[in-house]
Every structure is written in C-alpha cells, then in structure tokens.
C-alpha cells in the first residue's frame, strides 16, 4: 500500500519549492495596536487608585 501522507508531503514540498517570490507584492506594514507610554500607565494607575478609595 503506498504512503498517501508521505506522497501529500512531497507534493506540498514541491509547492514550496517551486513558488516565485517575484509573484508577491511589495506592502507597508502598519502598526494600529500601539502600546501605552509610561506616563500613560502611570496615569492610569492614579486614576484608578483614586476611584478605589
């Protein structure tokens, strides 16, 4: 009986193997989860130690 999963792994590799990286389009990333400054966390922190009291 021949190895199907060995055969789909050798054709997955061949896939790979044989993409054109010219194909692809150049993009720009950007970020839109931007972390809080320290100034910022330090804000939150007054604020919420003031509504706790």
Do not use: W, Y
Not at 20 to 27: A, D, E
């Amino acid at each position: 009986m021949p190895d199907k999963q060995g055969d789909d792994q050798r054709k997955d590799m061949s896939e790979v193997t044989s993409f054109k990286r010219s194909s692809l389009k150049r993009t720009e990333t950007q970020e839109k989860n931007t972390l809080p400054t320290k100034e910022v966390i330090e804000q939150e922190k007054r604020c919420a130690s003031e509504h706790a009291s």
